[in-house]
């Protein structure tokens, strides 16, 4: 995983819901791309303890580099400083994107094992 800052990369940046409202879909080779990038970003961050909870196509940036990005952790929960590992009992991030248990009342990620 790339480690700088977005901010530091001069290229174009858009977020995946651009992209996808303008082109209706990624190609096979991109959206397969952005999914490990995606992917290895949370990875990092779950190995920390830290738990993203918002992840939308608004939060993912996509540079004309290649690179995609993990933003806005407004939402996120920092489970190493939880103690007895108790959360507050609210869902956090968008309701359109949350695990359908989730969203119906079930057990949240940190519940359970990841």
């Keep these: 995983m790339r ?10 940046r858009y977020s995946l819901a651009e992209v996808v409202r303008e082109q209706r879909k990624l190609g096979p080779a991109r959206a397969a791309i952005v999914g490990e990038q995606i992917a290895s970003a949370l990875a990092h961050c779950h190995d920390r303890g ?3 909870c918002d992840i939308s196509p608004e939060n993912i940036i996509l540079a004309d580099d290649g ?4 933003t806005d952790f407004g939402s996120s929960l920092d489970l190493r400083n939880a103690g007895t590992g108790d959360t507050p009992d609210i869902a956090c991030g968008k309701w359109r994107y949350l695990a359908p248990g989730v969203a119906a009342g079930g057990a949240r990620a940190t519940e359970r094992p990841l």
Aim: hydrophobic share 45%.
């Design 3 to 12: 480690t700088s800052a977005a901010t530091s990369c001069s290229n174009v």
């Design 50 to 52: 830290l738990l993203h």
């Design 67 to 70: 690179d995609a990005w993990l």
